[in-house]
């Protein structure tokens, strides 16, 4: 590095030091009191290597990375054909109407006059044919199969083991009620229980939560929907008891009571010879059954029967009481003698009701099945006392006008037929179904649906030959006599363990629907296919056929 100094004057002191750098450091030989020139000189570079470089040189690491090739692809298309079109509207021409030439009126009178005699002949034979009876045009979609639908429970009432005793259909058929009780033997009169309601058509259902719960202090036996209020609900307790509740109260729902009195139903006595099958059957329930009054079409009174053998008509009154207001009793000593029946044991007077039915073309005929087996025909406008010294407010009358040939055990259930007025069902203990005729005691057939008891049976609202029963082996029954005398269209597997389904009931204003419920404390809602819930054009006719065949 070079370097030039601008010449200056030193000091005395300084001039030795500037002569021995212009001649190379050497101190001069002449002495420090005499100075020299000073002179310019170009010395060599000075460098010193960097340390820290080094240093970090040996630390550093050297990386690289690559991505992967990128694929490229070329492709072209090319149309094979193409075309040009051009479209020009034509100018609109205007439309003439043809005129509308004035009828000629005497010639049109002429023309009716002259078929008039024709067409009022074509349309009396139309109103007289049959062809289409009971038709009805089914606009909604074909079901082919039997589904399930809803599968209901009340999870308290199943935690204590009970039944599901009765279901029933509110007036709207949007809503399901059910009864828990239990049909076993034992002492249930001071068992808690539940009546509970589903509405169907409410949006978010949840089948474990119902849309009402009324606790009960006894256990419920059956239940029943008014005919035409959709939130009143009557039942018959163990104890004998009817009430009636309504569901839109959820506070208060107790509407009615009979209450425990001399007219009140009492438990029935069993004696061991009078019927072995009670130790293993379940006990007849009461049953309950809305009428409506004979001056009042509108009002309606609620009828219970019991193995009391008493038949009793209810009426609210004021206080939220139910009053007698009529009553039966069957009497084994005024039973009519058209048939043979077993001997009853000794002592005993009254035959023990455990099922009811109603004509559904003469309110006041009705049909009772008994502990006896045997089904029988009753009138509410029966007059002669019946021979009781069961206590009663009012007088009791002896309803039976005719005995049927029974069954082989207690019969369960009754059901008339909405579609002829001497045809009934019953179903009973020995897995058999009858049906009869008002007109014979022995039965027109009789079907074995079941090696275990028969609980329920029902004939269909919509289909003449259609009938349902809910069998002690777990399954639902549906049977169409226009396919088959012998043998179920369909069986439906209601309870996986067998247990036994105790009531079934069809819903007649959705008439796909049938509610059934089980020991399993469950209310299982079948959707029917529509072999089941539309008619067909003959139905009718061939059941009137077989009522008359039977009959001659």
């Given at each position: 590095m070079?370097?030039?100094?601008?010449?200056?004057?030193?000091?005395?002191?300084?001039?030795?030091?500037?002569?021995?750098?212009?001649?190379?450091?050497?101190?001069?030989?002449?002495?420090?009191?005499?100075?020299?020139?000073?002179?310019?000189?170009?010395?060599?570079?000075?460098?010193?290597?960097?340390?820290?470089?080094?240093?970090?040189?040996?630390?550093?690491?050297?990386?690289?990375?690559?991505?992967?090739?990128?694929?490229?692809a070329?492709?072209?298309?090319?149309?094979?054909?193409?075309?040009?079109?051009?479209?020009?509207?034509?100018v609109?021409?205007?439309?003439?109407?043809?005129?509308?030439?004035?009828?000629?009126?005497?010639?049109?009178?002429?023309?009716?006059?002259?078929?008039?005699?024709?067409?009022?002949r074509?349309?009396?034979?139309?109103?007289?044919?049959?062809?289409?009876?009971?038709?009805?045009?089914?606009?909604?979609?074909?079901?082919?199969?039997?589904?399930?639908?809803?599968?209901?429970?009340?999870?308290?009432?199943?935690?204590?083991?009970l039944?599901?005793?009765?279901?029933?259909?509110?007036?709207?058929?949007?809503?399901?009620?059910?009864?828990y009780?239990?049909?076993?033997?034992?002492?249930w009169?001071?068992?808690?229980?539940?009546?509970?309601?589903?509405?169907?058509?409410r949006?978010?259902?949840?089948?474990?939560?119902?849309?009402?719960?009324?606790?009960?202090?006894?256990?419920?036996?059956?239940?029943a929907?008014?005919p035409?209020?959709?939130?009143?609900?009557?039942?018959?307790?163990?104890?004998?008891?009817?009430?009636?509740?309504?569901?839109?109260?959820?506070e208060?729902?107790?509407?009615?009571?009979?209450?425990?009195?001399?007219?009140?139903?009492?438990?029935?006595?069993?004696?061991?010879?009078?019927?072995?099958?009670?130790?293993?059957?379940?006990?007849?329930?009461?049953q309950?059954?809305?009428?409506?009054?004979?001056?009042?079409?509108?009002?309606?009174?609620?009828?219970?029967?019991?193995?009391?053998?008493?038949?009793?008509?209810w009426?609210?009154?004021?206080?939220?009481?139910?009053?007698?207001?009529?009553?039966?009793?069957?009497?084994?000593?005024?039973?009519?003698?058209?048939?043979?029946?077993?001997?009853?044991?000794?002592?005993e007077?009254?035959?023990?009701?455990?099922?009811?039915?109603?004509?559904?073309?003469d309110?006041?005929?009705?049909?009772?099945?008994?502990?006896?087996?045997?089904?029988?025909?009753?009138?509410?406008?029966a007059?002669?006392?019946?021979?009781?010294?069961?206590?009663?407010?009012?007088?009791?009358?002896?309803?039976?006008?005719?005995?049927?040939?029974p069954?082989?055990?207690?019969?369960?259930?009754?059901?008339?037929?909405?579609?002829?007025?001497?045809?009934?069902?019953?179903?009973?203990?020995?897995?058999?179904?009858?049906?009869?005729?008002?007109?014979?005691a022995?039965?027109?057939t009789?079907?074995?649906?079941?090696?275990?008891?028969?609980?329920?049976v029902?004939?269909?609202?919509?289909?003449?030959?259609?009938?349902?029963?809910?069998?002690?082996?777990?399954?639902v029954?549906l049977?169409?006599?226009?396919?088959?005398?012998?043998?179920?269209?369909?069986?439906?597997?209601?309870?996986?363990?067998?247990?036994?389904?105790?009531?079934?009931?069809?819903?007649?204003?959705?008439?796909?629907?049938?509610?059934?419920?089980?020991?399993?404390?469950?209310?299982?809602?079948?959707?029917?296919?529509s072999?089941?819930?539309?008619?067909?054009?003959?139905?009718?006719?061939?059941?009137?056929?077989?009522?008359?065949?039977?009959?001659?």
């Open positions: 070079a370097t030039h100094a601008p010449p200056r004057q030193l000091g005395p002191a300084g001039s030795a030091g500037a002569k021995a750098l212009a001649s190379g450091g050497a101190a001069s030989t002449e002495g420090p009191e005499r100075p020299g020139p000073l002179q310019d000189e170009t010395l060599g570079v000075a460098s010193v290597p960097s340390q820290w470089r080094g240093v970090q040189g040996i630390r550093g690491e050297t990386k690289s990375c690559q991505t992967a090739s990128i694929a490229t070329e492709a072209s298309a090319q149309t094979r054909k193409h075309a040009d079109a051009e479209v020009q509207t034509e609109p021409e205007p439309v003439s109407l043809p005129s509308v030439p004035r009828y000629d009126g005497p010639r049109l009178a002429a023309f009716l006059r002259r078929v008039e005699a024709m067409v009022t074509e349309l009396n034979k139309n109103w007289q044919s049959h062809a289409f009876d009971g038709f009805e045009v089914n606009w909604a979609e074909q079901q082919q199969t039997v589904t399930c639908l809803h599968t209901l429970g009340y999870p308290p009432a199943q935690g204590q083991g039944h599901v005793t009765g279901v029933s259909w509110n007036t709207t058929g949007s809503v399901v009620a059910c009864a009780g239990r049909l076993d033997d034992g002492d009169s001071t068992l808690k229980s539940f009546v509970c309601t589903w509405n169907l058509d949006r978010g259902l949840n089948p474990q939560r119902p849309s009402a719960v009324v606790e009960v202090p006894s256990a419920v036996m059956c239940l929907f008014h035409t209020q959709p939130s009143h609900i009557a039942g018959g307790l163990y104890s004998g008891e009817v009430l009636v509740w309504d569901v839109s109260r959820p208060d729902p107790l509407l009615w009571r009979t209450g425990l009195t001399d007219d009140t139903h009492t438990d029935p006595v069993y004696q061991v010879g009078q019927a072995s099958f009670l130790s293993v059957a379940p006990r007849p329930p009461v309950v059954v809305w009428l409506p009054e004979p001056r009042h079409s509108h009002r309606f009174q609620v009828l219970s029967v019991a193995a009391d053998g008493k038949v009793l008509l009426q609210g009154v004021g206080a939220g009481r139910l009053q007698l207001s009529a009553g039966f009793a069957l009497a084994v000593q005024q039973l009519p003698r058209n048939t043979k029946l077993k001997k009853p044991p000794r002592g007077t009254e035959v023990g009701a455990t099922a009811v039915a109603f004509s559904s073309f309110p006041s005929l009705f049909v009772l099945g008994t502990e006896g087996g045997f089904p029988l025909k009753c009138s509410l406008a007059e002669e006392a019946a021979l009781t010294r069961m206590p009663s407010s009012v007088p009791l009358r002896a309803p039976a006008q005719f005995t049927f040939s069954h082989g055990g207690p019969v369960y259930s009754v059901s008339c037929s909405p579609f002829h007025r001497n045809l009934f069902l019953s179903a009973g203990t020995d897995g058999h179904v009858h049906l009869y005729s008002m007109l014979q022995q039965p027109l009789s079907l074995q649906l079941s090696h275990k008891y028969l609980f329920a029902r004939w269909s609202p919509v289909r003449p030959l259609v009938f349902a029963a809910a069998s002690g082996e777990g399954d029954q049977f169409d006599l226009q396919k088959s005398s012998q043998k179920p269209t369909v069986s439906i597997k209601q309870t996986q363990d067998e247990s036994p389904v105790y009531c079934l009931e069809f819903n007649h204003q959705q008439t796909q629907l049938l509610a059934a419920g089980d020991a399993k404390g469950t209310v299982k809602v079948w959707q029917l296919s072999e089941f819930s539309e008619q067909g054009p003959r139905e009718t006719e061939d059941l009137d056929q077989l009522a008359a065949e039977v009959a001659t």
